[in-house]
């Protein structure tokens, strides 16, 4: 008698860290950094734990990665929203109203990821969202400056205040609708304050 497993025919799946990525995004983002085990990226992964701690380092590890991804594919595009030929509340504008649609266009993962992962309890992956966000509240924090110098900082954060409410009405379940006007008020205000 034999205790030896029949082994599958052909090579064994090979292991794509890029495919890895794109999957832990969806998990990260769907449940929230917190509620995303190692246990449960391997499972979704189809890896073993060492195997995961030789490709990624740590769940952390594998967040700064998702994080990068994210950044250069699914978030807002500030720097096309951000415009020199259009007057700086539009503009500002039209970054909350992209903010609202993005936020609301994946129903199984609401929200923003970045903005999500700023309260996660682990400092390393909440460090390494921060500075995405610090990075994004800089970007336009700069394209305001470079035009209405005295208010830049308060509209930075008041854009940026906006965004992570309106991603936070994402996550309860708040839907397009509800976020565009939203979205739309504060575009009104930010129009009181900046001169067209």
Known sequence: MTTDKPRGRGRPRRFDPDEAVATAQQLFHARGYDAVSVADLTAALGINPP???????????????VLARYNSDNAVPLATLLRED????ECLAAVLEESARFYAANQEAPGCLVLEGVRC???????????YNVAAEGVIRDFVAARCPEQADILADFVSTT??????????????????????????????VVPS
Do not use: C, W
Not at 86 to 89: A, I, K
């Open 51 to 65: 195997s995961f701690y030789a490709a990624f380092g740590s769940k952390a590890g594998l967040y700064t990665r």
């Open 121 to 131: 309890n682990d400092p390393e992956a909440r460090g390494a969202a921060r500075a």
């Open 163 to 192: 965004m992570s409410g309106l991603s936070a009405k994402a996550r309860s379940g708040h839907g397009l609708e509800q976020l565009l006007a939203t979205a739309r008020l504060a575009g009104l205000a930010i129009a009181q």
């Open 86 to 89: 259009r007057p700086v509340s």
